[in-house]
C-alpha cells in the first residue's frame, strides 16, 4: 500500500525557516517524481514544486523561488521541503504528493503568524 | 502560467441527478509526445484530495464508473451520471502538461 507521511509543521515567526519530511513507503521511491502541493485554510490548491526521480531537476511556483527548496534522499525514501524566510502568505496546509499527483499524503499545516 | 478556469464554482445537485463542471485553460494542454495531461480531483470534507480522473478521460482504479471525463486541448468535463451523497466535496481539475502546473479554483458539490 502506498503511503505517504508529512511531518514538520508547526507555528513559526515571519521571516523563519521551517523543514518538511515526507516519508513514503509501499513503492519504489526512486522511480517517482515527487511534489509539494499546499492549501491555505479554506481556500484551492497550489501546487509548490516537483523534484525529478534523480533530483537532477526541479521545478518551483514564482511565489517560492529563492526561498522554499525541495530536495529527496532516495536512500532514505524520503521528500523534504526547506522553507527559508517564511511569509504569512505561506500558511497552509503542506501536502506532498506522487508522481503526477496519483497519491497524496495527509497534509502537516503550517501557520507563520507573529 | 496557465490559467485553469473551473465553472460553475458551486453546484447544488438532487440525489441521482447527473452533474457536470466545466474546467478550462488558457492555453492547449497537449504536450509534445501528444498527451493531454489534464487531471481531476475530489477533495471530501477533511480529508486530502484523491485524484479520480488522468490525462482526460482515465478512470483510476476504485473510482465508481459514474464519474467520466472528456474533451481536448483547452475545453474538459467532469460528469457525474448520478450524484450520491459520498460525493459530496470540492472538484479541481490540474494541468501538468506546463510548468508550473495549476489547479482551477474549485467546484464545490452539495446536495439540495
Known amino acids: 500500500e502506498v503511503q505517504l507521511v508529512e511531518s514538520g509543521g508547526g507555528l513559526v515567526q515571519p521571516g523563519g525557516s521551517l523543514r518538511l519530511s515526507c516519508a513514503a513507503s509501499?513503492?519504489?521511491?526512486?522511480?517517482?517524481?515527487m511534489n509539494w502541493v499546499r492549501q491555505a485554510p479554506g481556500k484551492g490548491l497550489e501546487w509548490v514544486a516537483n523534484i525529478k526521480e534523480d533530483g537532477s531537476e526541479e521545478y518551483y511556483v514564482d511565489s517560492v523561488k529563492g526561498r522554499f527548496t525541495i530536495s529527496r534522499d532516495n536512500t532514505k525514501n524520503s521528500l523534504y521541503l526547506q522553507m527559508n524566510s517564511l511569509r504569512i502568505e505561506d500558511t497552509a496546509v503542506y501536502y506532498c504528493?506522487?508522481?503526477?499527483?496519483?497519491?497524496w499524503g495527509q497534509g502537516t499545516l503550517v501557520t507563520v503568524s507573529s | 502560467d496557465v490559467v485553469m478556469t473551473q465553472s460553475p464554482l458551486s453546484l447544488p445537485v438532487t440525489l441521482g441527478q447527473p452533474a457536470s463542471i466545466s474546467c478550462r485553460s488558457s492555453?492547449?494542454?497537449?504536450?509534445?509526445?501528444?498527451?493531454?495531461?489534464l487531471n481531476w480531483f475530489q477533495q471530501r470534507p477533511g480529508q486530502s484530495p484523491r485524484r479520480l480522473i488522468y490525462k482526460v478521460s482515465n478512470r483510476e482504479s476504485g473510482v465508481p464508473d459514474r464519474f467520466s471525463g472528456s474533451g481536448s486541448v483547452t475545453d474538459f468535463t467532469l460528469k457525474i451520471s448520478r450524484v450520491e451523497a459520498e460525493d459530496v466535496g470540492v472538484y479541481y481539475c490540474m494541468q501538468g502538461t506546463h510548468w508550473p502546473w495549476t489547479f482551477g479554483q474549485g467546484t464545490k458539490v452539495e446536495i439540495k
Open positions: 492555453q492547449s494542454l497537449v504536450y509534445t509526445n501528444g498527451n493531454t495531461y
Open positions: 504528493a506522487r508522481g503526477l499527483a496519483h497519491y
Open positions: 509501499g513503492f519504489t521511491f526512486s522511480s517517482y517524481a
